[in-house]
């Protein structure tokens, strides 16, 4: 069965930096591509970054390219997301996904959320 | 690059049937699947329908999808409403590039 537990979440200031981790369980890890998303308090769901099966590619929304960096360490079947730069717009409940992979391009299971809060 | 754009709330009674749309503001529906997720308050969300209208194991044929290429839109029916179907919808395809895309999300009240 597959679980996905995200955490490191938290209230941090303007500028600062946070890192999200996403612990894997009940699937070959390594077999897949894996997502971050993320909502907003009240909003809708937003795509955030995917990182390819085996961290060979790596793609990003515009929202925060060059300020997030996704990353996996499959030996500790494990997800990543470094937030730099945070702004309050950052404000979000993160959640990591697994995905589906060619042709279909979707989200198959997702984790509980971890809640980032930017302010000062 | 495209949106997909849903109705901000749908509602209907125990035992009917409800539709959700989810249409598409540039290219071909069909061009890319549409996956379908619901979110109950205070919850992650799940999947309810991947690649236009496949089920994930456990969820109910109650739950299907299609696509209309005349109206470039996808939906979602959900028949025999249950009130533990009350939740947020959200669509989804692949935009190009490697981005992908969510409607805005319906709300459905079950009364």
């Known amino acids: 069965q597959v679980q996905l537990v995200e955490s490191g979440g938290g209230v941090v200031q303007p500028g600062r930096s946070l890192r999200l981790s996403c612990a894997a369980s009940?699937?070959?890890?390594?077999?897949?591509?894996m997502h971050w998303v993320r909502q907003a308090p009240g909003k809708g769901l937003e795509w955030v970054a995917v990182i390819w099966y085996d961290g060979s590619d790596k793609f990003y929304a515009d929202s925060v390219k060059g300020r997030f960096t996704i990353s996996r360490d499959n030996s500790k079947n494990t997800l990543y997301l470094q937030m730099n730069s945070l702004r309050a717009e950052d404000t979000a409940v993160y959640y990591c996904a697994t995905e589906f992979g060619s042709p279909i391009w979707g989200f198959d299971s997702w984790g509980q959320g971890t809640l980032v809060t930017v302010s000062s | 690059n495209f949106m997909l754009t849903q109705p901000h709330s749908v509602s209907e009674s125990p035992g009917k049937t409800v539709t959700i749309s989810c249409t598409r503001s540039?290219?071909?529906?069909?061009?890319?699947?549409v996956q379908w997720y619901q979110q109950r308050p205070g919850s992650a969300p799940t999947t309810v329908i991947y690649e236009d209208n496949q089920r994930p194991s456990g969820v109910p044929d109650r739950f299907s999808g299609s696509i209309d290429r005349s109206s470039n839109s996808a939906s979602l029916t959900i028949s025999g409403l249950k009130t533990e179907d009350e939740a947020d919808y959200y669509c989804?395809?692949?935009?190009?590039?490697?981005?992908?895309?969510f409607g805005g999300g319906t709300k459905l009240i079950v009364l």
């Open positions: 989804q395809s692949y935009v190009s590039s490697y981005h992908w895309v």
């Open positions: 009940g699937f070959t890890f390594s077999n897949y591509g």
């Open positions: 540039s290219g071909s529906i069909a061009s890319n699947y």
